[in-house]
């Protein structure tokens, strides 16, 4: 299929993109990397009437990884996370989860910023987004706000921008020391969109685990923390013996859509086997 007709704009400035936006109120959608919103055009999932091309903005771009955060450009593509040392060594769930996303080609010209405002419940980087507590920055002509990354997906492919907003950045607060990660996926495929995927960041005191933040994809309707399932995995200690308590907790955080292919019993089976995984990876982890 083909896109729908669209206007083609190229935003000379951050405010002329915001004026752009604000003047089509819901009819313009911002363009980068779009390989998720072009797939959506060609298969008429969306029509918008016009395209504002952010590629160019350089306030968009860069990665400040000083301090007790790092800062993430919108506009930072994920081959730059993917191969980012300084996020390797401070972050590295972001760079674990960025080598799960589709196919080489789509790293090369996919956006951090494109992945979290798209939505998409079954994308890698919203849930890791969740999981480290981040802050999504965005702007529009009233200035610029920050949103937390669990009040920002908001729904099925909707989040809490405003008509005429842009993501900037995205703020990630660096893990404290004794902070371990795990990420892992299922797909039909090597680069298609996951079924059941789950991304864990854990604070390990000795062997036991004192907080966690676990958040799934794919198996829901928008990127949030799994409450029950972070829960149970407070207080354990690692390795696991029984892990009966965080297979009822999946039952109580998760209740997924028959899907063409998927029975809603097999995902709920597949999300039970995957945090069984992930729990082993925690406990591995500190092995290594």
């Known amino acids: 299929m083909k896109a729908p007709s669209f206007r083609y704009v190229r935003a000379r400035s951050l405010q002329h993109a915001y004026q752009v936006l604000q003047h089509h109120n819901g009819d313009a959608v911002a363009i980068a990397g779009g390989q998720s919103l072009m797939a959506g055009l060609n298969l008429r999932l969306s029509g918008p009437k016009v395209l504002v091309d952010i590629g160019g903005l350089p306030e968009l771009s860069g990665m400040d990884c ?44 996919g ?9 998409d419940p079954a994308a890698e980087l919203p849930a890791c987004a969740v999981a480290l507590d981040a802050t999504i920055v965005v702007g529009g002509l009233e200035g610029e706000r920050e949103v937390k990354a669990t009040d920002f997906f908001t729904g099925l492919m909707d989040t809490n921008l405003k008509p005429g907003e842009l993501i900037l950045a995205v703020r990630f607060p660096v893990p404290p020391p004794h902070t371990r990660f795990a990420f892992d996926e299922f797909t039909r495929r090597q680069g298609d969109f996951a079924v059941v995927g789950l991304a864990v960041t854990a604070l390990v005191g000795g062997d ?12 829901v309707d928008r990127a949030k923390l799994a409450e029950q399932v972070s829960s149970a995995l407070c207080g354990l200690k690692l390795p696991v013996a029984d892990r009966g308590a965080i ?6 955080d998760l209740e997924p859509d028959d899907t063409p292919g998927w029975r809603a019993e097999t995902k709920l089976r597949l999300a ?15 092995t290594q």
């Open 66 to 109: 000083g301090g007790k955060e790092v800062r993430i450009g919108a506009l930072t593509r994920h081959v730059e996370v993917l191969r980012s040392k300084a996020l390797q060594e401070r972050i590295p769930l972001l760079p674990q989860a960025v080598s799960h996303v589709a196919h080489a080609a789509i790293r090369n010209r």
């Open 111 to 119: 956006t951090l910023g494109g992945s979290l405002a798209y939505a």
């Open 208 to 219: 036991q685990i004192e907080t966690a933040r676990a958040v799934y994809f794919g198996c």
């Open 247 to 252: 297979r009822n907790a999946v039952t109580k």
């Open 272 to 286: 039970q086997v995957l945090t069984q995984r992930i729990v082993s990876r925690l406990a591995e982890s500190g």
